[in-house]
C-alpha cells in the first residue's frame, strides 16, 4: 500500500513539474510574441510617419510660397509625389499581410518569361539604387523558361529583396541581381555586401514582427514582414526561398520556382 502511494505521490509531482514547465514555455512565448508585436507597432508607426511627416513639410513649404521659382516648385512635387508612393507601398504590404494571414490572398498566376520578370524587378530599384549610389549588376541569361507565376507578386518579392539588400549595405556598396536555370526550376538571386547574417538567425529573419538584433543592423528601418511575405509568396508558388550568408560578408537570397518544362519535339522515324 505504502509503495502505491509513492508511486501514486511521485506520479502527481511528475506531472506538476511538467504542467509548471508547459505552462512557464507558454509565457514565455506569449511574452516573446507580444514584445514582437509591441516592436511591429513600433516600426510601422515609425515608417508610416517618416513619409507623412515628408508630405506635411512639402505642402507647407507650397503653402507658404516658400518655391519661389517653377525649379523649387517641381522638386517639391517630385519629393510629395516619391513620399506618396512611398506611403501607399508601405500600407499595401499590410493589407497585403493581412490577407495573407486570414487566406484570402489570391494569386492570379499565369505563365510568364521569367527574363522580362526579373528585368522589371531590376527596372523598379535601380532609381532608389542610384540614390545610395549601390551599383546594381544584372545577369540574366539569353533564355530563361517561363514560369507560372502571379507576376506583380514575384517582382515585388524580388523588390522586396532587393531593398533589403540596399537598406543593410552601406553607401556605395554594389548589389547583384541574377538568374539561371535548369530542366526544372527557375533560381533568381540577389547578392549583397552587406552586414551578413549569423548562421543562428537564418530561420528567424523569415519569420514575421523578426528583426536580427545586433550592432551592426541598428537604425535601419523595417517592420519585419518584408521576408515573411516573400516566404509566403515564393511557397503559394510551389517554391522556395534560400538564404546564404554570415556576419560582415554579406547575404545571397535565391529564389526557387518550378519552370514550365516546354513538351520535348517528336522525332521523325526516317
Not at 523649387?72 to 497585403?96: P, Y
Not at 531590376?122 to 502571379?150: C, E, H, N
Not at 519585419?224 to 511575405?229: D, P, R
Amino acid at each position: 500500500m505504502r509503495l502505491v502511494f509513492a508511486a501514486l505521490i511521485a506520479a502527481l509531482i511528475g506531472t506538476l513539474i511538467t504542467g509548471t514547465a508547459l505552462v512557464l514555455l507558454l509565457v514565455r512565448r506569449e511574452a516573446r510574441v507580444s514584445r514582437l508585436q509591441a516592436d511591429f507597432v513600433s516600426n510601422v508607426s515609425h515608417e508610416l510617419r517618416t513619409p507623412l511627416t515628408s508630405i506635411s513639410m512639402f505642402v507647407e513649404t507650397l503653402r507658404m510660397g516658400r518655391a519661389k521659382d517653377p525649379e523649387q516648385v517641381s522638386l517639391c512635387l517630385d519629393a510629395l509625389a516619391r513620399e506618396t508612393a512611398r506611403l501607399r507601398e508601405e500600407i499595401e504590404r499590410l493589407l497585403d499581410w493581412g490577407r495573407m494571414q486570414a487566406g484570402r490572398k489570391v494569386y492570379a498566376r499565369r505563365p510568364e518569361p521569367m527574363g522580362p520578370v526579373v528585368q522589371e524587378a531590376a527596372d523598379a530599384m535601380r532609381q532608389a539604387l542610384d540614390a545610395r549610389r549601390q551599383q546594381l549588376t544584372v545577369q540574366i541569361p539569353g533564355q530563361l523558361p517561363a514560369a507560372s507565376i502571379d507576376r506583380p507578386a514575384i517582382v515585388g518579392s524580388l523588390i522586396n529583396l532587393l531593398t533589403n539588400a540596399s537598406k543593410y549595405s552601406e553607401e556605395g556598396m554594389p548589389v547583384e541581381l541574377g538568374a539561371a536555370a535548369n530542366s526544372h526550376s527557375v533560381r533568381i538571386w540577389v547578392r549583397d555586401r552587406g552586414i551578413g547574417i549569423p548562421p543562428s538567425e537564418h530561420r528567424n529573419v523569415f519569420k514575421q514582427f523578426y528583426r536580427v538584433e545586433d550592432r551592426a543592423s541598428r537604425g535601419v528601418e523595417g517592420s519585419g514582414l518584408g521576408l515573411a511575405i516573400v516566404r509566403h509568396v515564393v511557397r503559394a508558388h510551389e517554391g522556395h526561398i534560400e538564404l546564404e550568408s554570415e556576419p560582415g560578408r554579406g547575404s545571397t537570397f535565391t529564389i526557387v520556382l518550378p519552370a514550365i518544362v516546354a513538351p520535348a519535339e517528336g522525332r521523325q522515324e526516317s
